[in-house]
């Protein structure tokens, strides 16, 4: 088995390598370009001054943003930000799983887990391109569920008082991580809220535990109230006619979380990810007191948690704008919905009766069964698409057009330009194209970052 689980390492991790390869071809676009415009104009503490009174709370994303490494124009910096990324998720997964489970795993169990986790997310996500390879939604939510998760993991060691150093700085750890978190988007933040509740509900008996959640829980609170109440939030929020409508936000959120629920749940990778862990969580259940306590939840409270995990991160985009308009936050539901879904295929055969004849699969059944998710990964989501655009050249057309785009306007020696559409546009690059519209948002952040008075498509 163990020789099993060195190649088990290395088959995951291969599944990682065509996200690495595409990192290579990543563009800067639309806000990318305008979040470096207002640092090189500006200067850096003063646009983050004018982005808290005008534009948003967001003070650690818009921290992150605004030292967009296009301020320099060092797109190579641009492309290692989204490799860096893509690393960090098996990193910090395995932190998650040697805290939530210490020696129970031994390193390259862990080291397998982190990186079926993070391959399975890859593959999952709504929105590759705006996940990863852009970096303003990559560090609006992606970064901040990686930092979620090391908070929480950091939570699990507090409780069974295994603390970094000691316990006052353990403490310390986690209130700065509890108001780096919140100063992301307002999907982290509320999941952050939401989660603090619900473990209080739970652990509300246990007097220790219950003062140490709470008080980290009403620092959630506190700390989400300086993004929520400031200046730009205000203002962002005239720039849409439908926002605050809490009928139509609470009946589209929950058609959204209908249709992904359904996504995810009947998604072959997925659907093999919670039968390859019942076994797992088999010996979990027996070893383990913290996933004892999970997994004797009701199945419909486990079910009510997936589907607020999904309800959390897309109300706000409705509530806030009135539409979804993208699926980054719904990259952020994925995220945490794949270890519960776990937890849940886990809660599922105990309560059909199935539990028994799962854990006596026999040790080359459960082998093939791997397998075979390693090569459903490979083929499907958006490890399949990948492939396929990296194959075809749909990929380097991708970057050569905009290289071409990024000298024309580079050189220009005319304040109004025209320029070509891009016509090679992968899913796992592309996230936005000007129009004929010179006035249009992304138009106005290529025109302002070049310094230009206007850009717009040519017509033909």
Known sequence: MPNRTKTYTWLFAALLLPYLVLCAFAQPVADDLTYSFKTMTWGYW????HDFMFWNG???SNAILLANPMVWGFLSLYRLAALVLIILIPVTFYFFLSALFNKLFSSQQKQVGALAFS?????TMPDLAEGIYWYTGAMTYVLASLLTLVYISLVVLYVQQRFILN???HSIKCIVLLFIIAGFNEVNTLLLIAGHLLVLFFIWKDKVLRRTLLIFGVLAIL??????LSPGNAQRGSFFTNNYNTSHSLYMSCAQVVRFFGKWAFFPPMLLAGIMFIPIGQRLYMQSTLFKQLADIKLW????LLCGIIFLCVFPAYWGTGILGQHRTLNTACFFFIPVWLLFAFILSKHIGALRQLNNMPERFQHYFIILFIACIFVSGNSGWGLIELASGKISDYSQQMTLREQLLKSSKEKTIAVPTITSRPASLFVLDISANPDDGVNK???VYYKLDSVKIERH
């Open 119 to 123: 391959a399975l997310f890859l593959c």
């Open 445 to 447: 952040s290529y025109a």
């Open 301 to 304: 409270q486990v079910i009510a």
């Open 46 to 49: 003063q646009a983050q001054q």
């Open 223 to 228: 700390f989400s109230l300086l993004m929520i």
């Open 58 to 60: 967001r003070y650690i």
């Open 167 to 169: 316990r006052f700085i």
